[in-house]
């Protein structure tokens, strides 16, 4: 096998250290060299702290690193579909082990490269996949100005929250 750039979502700069499972909220990533293992160490910390489109914040940052295959747990709809237009492969499901562990387990044919994404993606940090009743937040502006485009909208609850995380209300 030729050597390519790895990057493997990790919880610390070294190869001694576990892979992180959550690809768009990983503190770092580690650019491996899959046959020397040279690395370098990519911080994620803005994608981290992004309310919104860390995975997709992720991928370009690892496009920007020049790495061919990402190594990870789970990645998300949109940020699986930022990698796959920058054709990079992702391997998922990729957990308990170090970030050497995982390069060695890729190198020698062990991780299967994904064709669909293994998550469900968030609407935000700590938030889910489906759309929640969120009664009170906000204090009845709501989180989209009832069109998903930002804004403040009053809602129909008289300024007493009423919006939905990732929508709100017409």
């Known amino acids: 096998m030729e050597s390519i750039k790895i990057a493997i979502s990790t919880n610390g700069p070294t190869l001694d250290d576990t892979v992180n499972p959550r690809f768009g909220r990983a503190p770092g990533f580690l650019i491996v060299d899959s046959q020397?293992?040279?690395?370098?160490?990519?911080?994620?910390?803005?994608?981290?702290?992004?309310?919104?489109?860390?995975?997709?914040?992720?991928?370009q940052n690892v496009a920007g690193s020049g790495a061919k295959v990402v190594l990870t747990g789970y990645v998300g709809p949109k940020a699986f579909t930022a990698l796959e237009a920058a054709?990079?492969?992702?391997?998922?499901?990729?957990?308990?082990?170090?970030v050497r562990q995982a390069v060695e387990e890729f190198t020698k044919g062990n991780i299967t490269i994904a064709s669909s994404p293994n998550s469900q993606g968030k609407s935000g940090m700590g938030g889910d996949a489906t759309q929640t009743q969120s009664a009170?937040?906000?204090?009845?502006?709501?989180?989209?100005?009832?069109?998903?485009q930002g804004g403040q909208g009053g809602g129909r609850c008289g300024g007493q929250g009423g919006g939905r995380r990732g929508g709100g209300r017409f």
């Open 36 to 59: 020397s293992l040279e690395f370098t160490y990519l911080d994620n910390g803005l994608s981290q702290t992004m309310a919104q489109g860390a995975g997709i914040q992720a991928a």
């Open 136 to 148: 009170g937040m906000g204090a009845g502006r709501g989180q989209g100005g009832g069109r998903g």
């Open 87 to 98: 054709k990079i492969q992702v391997g998922q499901d990729v957990e308990n082990m170090t």
